[in-house]
């Protein structure tokens, strides 16, 4: 009997459902896609010996919604939100087109062809902390250097040496000569490196971290942007999951079953299969005990810094744990705001925030307490869920966004009115009527959001940790894989990304599967 079992936590739960993936009926699977079938639909109707339950774990449910609903039966993304450079090129984005889940605009070849470099669209509105409106040809101006400067870096991939360790100092640097030929008096100066300083908070959401000073340079550039303008979908990213599980058999997948240890490189045997030994056997929190010749493996790499001394049986080898301790992995968070009237503008689809008196060229440590909110990037508009709900969402990254986290919602849902009042002048503007957020941070088994290259690490990390076990090829193969979003070299932080690394570990084991099919089968 082959048995395997994909375990998942966090934002990257969805890695290895997709590769046995559901085709419409009129669409011809892929020699790729079908041939995975092959061995997951066939051998399962199969006599034992080659029997595959495919066991899909969730380490639990909760922190894998991609929605949640707002008091008024909205419902908001709290984990992926967009996919990114939708097009053929992009696997996501692909099967939403298959599926139907996209509308005619996104799936127009003008749409596909739109190159964005990565960044961030501008702002409908860009409005400062003492309630003035910020010239969008300013703005403009300065998305202009900061993108053009970001675009910059992404040159050192195969340079010997870099000047500076990180992507933050580079940008910085590059700022400060900047400076020095601007001639506006100094209230606009000032005004320019307020509007620098949130691009460089908008670049932390992006890449998932505090500061871009912890982003490594050299390696930035390996990141590869897909083109295409980012879209949504329309019912929640939970569409695309929902088509997908609705191709696997209903007893396949376990739910609220917490992991506690997965012990490899073993001869397990167990009860419910008699004669039969596993090198694999994963054990969990209530006491159960799951036997496996594989195990794959896509927990956040939050989980994985944090838990796997006591996850691994026996540990890891030092070179796996020490790429798990070198990749960068951050956390960002989104805030909504649901409102009874929407005080924005009927075409608005971003406000942007400028704290006035900041500067990217300046290191200043303020209370947490008193200005975490300041590294908030600004609101998104959301689509208006009917004629009644009317929602801001508002994105923050690193060491705030995990404060955040420890705040009441009545503590955030106060501080976030006062911002807004302040930002808009009126003094007295409704406060919202309620406040959702995620908080990735806290979640025990994520711990963050997504990763990024790190300072002192490279995509060799990357290629390490998503290396399987045991290394050695003599001893039982592919026991334990890697995949999720921390794992793909050029596109991790993406589902996209998430959703490659899982194909990837199953053409792995397709490949040995092949191989073993291939030798003379015992008789049943």
């Known amino acids: 009997m082959l048995t395997i079992i994909c375990l998942s936590g966090g934002n990257g739960a969805q890695a290895l459902q997709k590769p046995g993936r559901p085709q419409p009926l009129s669409h011809t699977p892929s020699a790729k896609h079908s041939h995975f079938g092959k061995h997951l639909m066939v051998l399962n109707s199969s006599p034992t010996w080659w029997r595959m339950p495919v066991s899909q774990q969730k380490l639990r449910q909760e922190n894998h919604k991609f929605k949640t609903s707002l008091s008024n039966g909205g419902v908001v993304e709290v984990g992926a939100h967009w996919i990114h450079g939708p097009s053929q090129g992009n696997p996501v984005f692909q099967l939403a087109a298959e599926y139907g889940l996209l509308g005619e605009k996104e799936l127009s070849k003008e749409n596909q062809l739109v190159e964005t470099g990565g960044h961030v669209g501008l702002p409908s509105v860009c409005c400062t902390s003492s309630g003035a409106r910020v010239s969008l040809e300013l703005v403009a101006e300065m998305a202009s250097l900061f993108y053009g400067l970001i675009d910059q870096t992404r040159e050192f991939l195969h340079a010997t040496e870099t000047p500076v360790p990180s992507v933050g100092e580079y940008l910085k640097k590059e700022i400060s000569q900047q400076v020095t030929g601007w001639t506006e008096n100094e209230e606009t100066r000032k005004l320019k490196l307020a509007i620098l300083n949130t691009f460089f908070h908008v670049e932390c959401c992006l890449s998932g971290t505090h500061s871009m000073d912890l982003v490594a340079l050299a390696p930035f550039g390996e990141y590869t942007v897909l083109p295409g303008l980012d879209c949504t979908f329309s019912g929640g990213y939970q569409e695309l999951t929902n088509c997908i599980m609705a191709s696997l058999p209903k007893d396949v997948m376990i739910f609220n079953r917490p992991v506690k240890t997965i012990h490899w490189n073993g001869s397990f045997r167990e009860g419910t299969f008699p004669g039969e030994t596993f090198p694999v056997l994963v054990e969990c929190e209530d006491g159960s005990r799951l036997p496996a010749h594989h195990v794959i493996v896509t927990v956040p790499l939050g989980f994985l810094k944090e838990q796997q001394n006591t996850f691994f049986d026996p540990p890891l080898p030092a070179e796996k744990a020490e790429a798990i301790r070198k990749i960068g992995f951050g956390t960002n968070n989104k805030i909504f705001l649901e409102f009874e009237e929407p005080f924005w503008e009927p075409d608005c ?81 409704p406060a919202p009527k309620s406040v959702l957020r995620s908080c990735w941070h806290s979640a025990p088994y994520t711990r963050g959001s997504y990763s990024y290259v790190a300072v002192g690490s490279t995509g060799d990390d990357i290629d390490l940790l998503a290396q399987p076990l045991p290394v050695d090829d003599s001893s039982t193969q592919l026991q334990i894989l890697f995949a999720g979003e921390a794992t793909h070299r050029t596109f991790y932080s993406t589902t996209h990304g998430a959703l490659l690394s899982g194909w990837r570990e199953a053409d792995r084991l397709i490949g040995l599967w092949d191989l073993q099919s291939q030798q003379p089968r015992p008789r049943l």
């Open 349 to 429: 689809q971003l406000i942007q925030v400028v704290w006035e008196d900041t500067s990217p060229l300046q290191d200043t440590a303020p209370s947490m307490q008193d200005a975490w909110f300041k590294k908030l990037i600004g609101f998104l508009v959301l689509p208006p869920f009917g004629r009644s709900v009317h929602v801001l969402c508002g994105f923050i990254a690193g060491l705030e966004s995990e404060f955040m986290e420890t705040l009441s919602d009545e503590e955030v849902l106060l501080s976030l009115t006062q911002v807004l009042r302040r930002v808009t002048g009126n003094p007295q503007l």
